[in-house]
Every structure is written in C-alpha cells, then in structure tokens.
C-alpha cells in the first residue's frame, strides 16, 4: 500500500512538497462551481437584504471581493498555479427563514490545471466580506458548508458532490 503523501500530488516521492508540473497537460475547458453561507441575526440580515447597511452594498461589494480574489488564488495558496480566468460569476442567495445568505461561484479557465482552488477562495472571500461589513452589528456570523459542488474538464474528467 503507498503512503498517504505519495497520493498527494503536491508531494514529490521523497515527500517534499513541489509545485505540480502541468507543461504536459492538455488544455481544456475547466469550469469548477463552489458554495458557502453565512448565517447572522435577523436584524443583521435586513440590513443587507435592505441594501441600508452603513457601509453600503454588501452584496455589490462582496461579489467583486469575490471575483477579485479568485483572480489572487496563486498569491495566498503556496501551491497554485497563477491561471488565467476565462469567467467568474458570483450569485448570492438570500435565506430569509434561516437568516442566511448562500454564495455560489462558477470559475471557467481553458488550460492545463483546474480552477476549484479559484471558486473556493472567490466563496471565502466574498463571504468574509459580507461578514466584515455587518461585525459592527452582529459579531457573531458562521460561515458555513464551504465545498465544491462541481468540476468539468481535464484528465479527471467531470465530478459532482453527492447533495
């Protein structure tokens, strides 16, 4: 049975870690779609549903935060590869019943390496937004269930989450 770290792509066979070498891969179409929620108070929650937050459009603002992020992905991830990103959407969802609000990206790149580290950090970082906007009036959001949901392209080939 190997070890774990020899699974690991990131790990070369002595166990150090390495950056992946993608020269001989072929470019493909890669989509990758992530998703994540933040939950708060009520109140909390009708201010941004309101867009009367003090410090503006959460939401405006979190999407771009979002998008801006998955465009640094290789700059907070040691590992990753700087891609070029072909698209980045963000939606967000509001939960009233639940005072929540769910973020959902679709990163696509045509290349060599996939984008799910790029939908994931755009998830984070949109949903950290939301949450530094609102701290002055609701400390205590959860953000919440961060996962992939989805990925196409590339040798693995298609994978979607078990929902």
């Known amino acids: 049975m190997t070890s774990p770290a020899a699974q690991l792509t990131h790990f070369d066979t002595t166990g150090q870690a390495h950056m992946v070498d993608v020269g001989a891969k072929d470019e493909t179409h890669r989509v990758a779609v992530a998703t994540g929620c933040i939950r708060m108070q009520p109140a909390t929650f009708a201010l941004v549903q309101s867009g009367s937050a003090k410090k503006g459009d959460v939401l405006g603002i979190a999407r771009v935060a979002a998008i801006m992020a998955s465009k640094r992905t290789a700059d907070l ?78 040798k693995s080939g298609d994978w979607v989450a078990a929902r």
């Not at 072909?86 to 990206?105: E, G, K, Y």
């Not at 939908?119 to 919440?144: E, F, P, S, W």
């Open 77 to 154: 991830i040691p590992l990753c590869h700087p891609i070029a990103l072909n698209r980045v959407a963000v939606d967000f969802a509001l939960q009233p019943q639940d005072s929540s609000i769910h973020c959902t990206v679709t990163a696509e790149t045509r290349g060599r390496t996939g984008v799910e580290m790029e939908a994931l950090t755009a998830v984070q970082v949109g949903l950290l937004t939301i949450y530094d906007m609102c701290k002055a009036v609701d400390r205590g959001m959860t953000i919440t269930d961060v996962k992939l949901l989805e990925k196409h392209g590339g």
